[in-house]
Every structure is written in structure tokens, then in C-alpha cells.
């Protein structure tokens, strides 16, 4: 096949790829851009080996073969992006988004240059927009991210998150940070899911009373 059209599916299939993952990267997700953009070129990478690498042998072969093993394959890159974390699972979403990415880059690979464009925009919408439309109208649970300044020593971390777990409170995503408090102290932030009906103040009062913590202050969303 000519070169030029054989870089451009290997590029589309980057811009496709990233396009996704800067979405994911943007909620500090554990697959974010890059990953994102390998899967998608490794998969039009293997497809275009696939369909074009075996034909000078002269023999029958399926090009379907060979691109079917990005689909299971993708599966085990996609179970390290899942974290249980007691109650809960994360990363499913983010496991997903690496699947689809795989199948756009077959579809780049395989010349399907609208279907993967296509594919794109509606993984775009579905994980912004259908997002936002989960949390405000399916799933009405209040959403709150907070700062908390602690003591930095073993099993604090594991106190915070029993007590949140003893008021029904989900943790969606903890960052920690210990460059901007004093030595011996942490700044963790959270992203919580609400239980139906509980305020925000109620939840940071909790989070107050427990010893070694400090200060609690909502952040912005």
C-alpha cells in the first residue's frame, strides 16, 4: 500500500486515541493521554501487519486473525486500570475507554476512516456529557471535592476513609500532596459521592472530628 496513506492511518489513529485520553487525563484518571494514543497505534499498527504483511507468501491467511488478538489482549491493560477500594470499584469506565480505543484503531488501520471518527464523538459524549447528565438527572447524589489537612503517620489515611465508609459516603478519587503543608502533616484531597440527602457540612464535620486532622475545607469543582 502507499506509504503516505499508510502514516496517515497510524496518525489519525494517534488523534482519535488522544482525543480520549485527554478526556481521561483531564479527571486524572490511571489510563490518561498516552496510553491512550499507544493503544490506538498499536492497534492500526497490528491491523495494517495484519491485512498487508503476509501477502507477498503468496498463501491463503484470515487478516482477521491477527486483530483479533488486540481485542483480547487489551483486556489484561484494561485490568490494571480497575482499583477496588473496599466497597467500590474504579477504573471500569477508564477499562472501557481503552477497549474502544483499541477498536478505533482497528478501524483507522483497516481504512474505516468515518466509522472511527464517528466512534470518537459518541465516546466523547458519552463520557463528558452523559457524565454530567448521570450525575445531574439518573443518579441525583451530591458530588463534593474537599481538601484535608492531617497528620502525616501510618493508618491515618485508613481512619479517614472508615469513618467515610461508616457514613455511606463513597470515595471516588484521593491525590495527596506534601509540598504545601508544614513537616509532619499531608494534604489529601478528595472526591466524594454523597449519600442522598446528606449536606456537605455534615460530611466535613465528620471528617473535623477525627483526630489528627486539622483543617477541612471544600475545593472547588
Known amino acids: 500500500m502507499p506509504a503516505l496513506s499508510l502514516v496517515f492511518r497510524l496518525t489519525l489513529a494517534c488523534i482519535l486515541g488522544g482525543a480520549i485520553g485527554l478526556q481521561r487525563e483531564g479527571l486524572n484518571r490511571p489510563a490518561g493521554f498516552r496510553t491512550h494514543v499507544l493503544v490506538a497505534l498499536g492497534a492500526a499498527l497490528i491491523m495494517l501487519l495484519s491485512m498487508y504483511g503476509f501477502q507477498e507468501f503468496g498463501q491463503p491467511y484470515d487478516p482477521g486473525r491477527l486483530a483479533a488478538q488486540v481485542v483480547s489482549g487489551i483486556g489484561f491493560l484494561g485490568a490494571g486500570t480497575i482499583m477496588r477500594e473496599g466497597a467500590s470499584i474504579r477504573g471500569l469506565t477508564?477499562?472501557?475507554?481503552l477497549w474502544v480505543v483499541a477498536g478505533i484503531?482497528?478501524?483507522?488501520?483497516?481504512?474505516f476512516?468515518?466509522?472511527a471518527v464517528a466512534a470518537t464523538v459518541l465516546v466523547y459524549l458519552t463520557l463528558g456529557v452523559f457524565f454530567h447528565l448521570e450525575r445531574g438527572w439518573?443518579?441525583?447524589?451530591?458530588?463534593v471535592k474537599m481538601g484535608v489537612v492531617t497528620l502525616d503517620q501510618p493508618g491515618q489515611l485508613g481512619r479517614i476513609g472508615a469513618a467515610l465508609g461508616g457514613k455511606n459516603i463513597s470515595v471516588r478519587n484521593i491525590t495527596i500532596d506534601r509540598a504545601d503543608v508544614a513537616?509532619?502533616?499531608?494534604?489529601v484531597r478528595l472526591e466524594l459521592k454523597l449519600p442522598k440527602g446528606m449536606a456537605v457540612a455534615e460530611a466535613m464535620a465528620d471528617l473535623a472530628a477525627l483526630p489528627g486532622v486539622h483543617t477541612v475545607c471544600e475545593l472547588d469543582k
Open 94 to 97: 477508564t477499562a472501557a475507554s
Open 105 to 111: 484503531g482497528l478501524a483507522c488501520g483497516a481504512g
Open 113 to 115: 476512516y468515518l466509522s
Open 138 to 143: 439518573i443518579n441525583p447524589a451530591s458530588y
Open 183 to 187: 513537616d509532619g502533616n499531608v494534604q
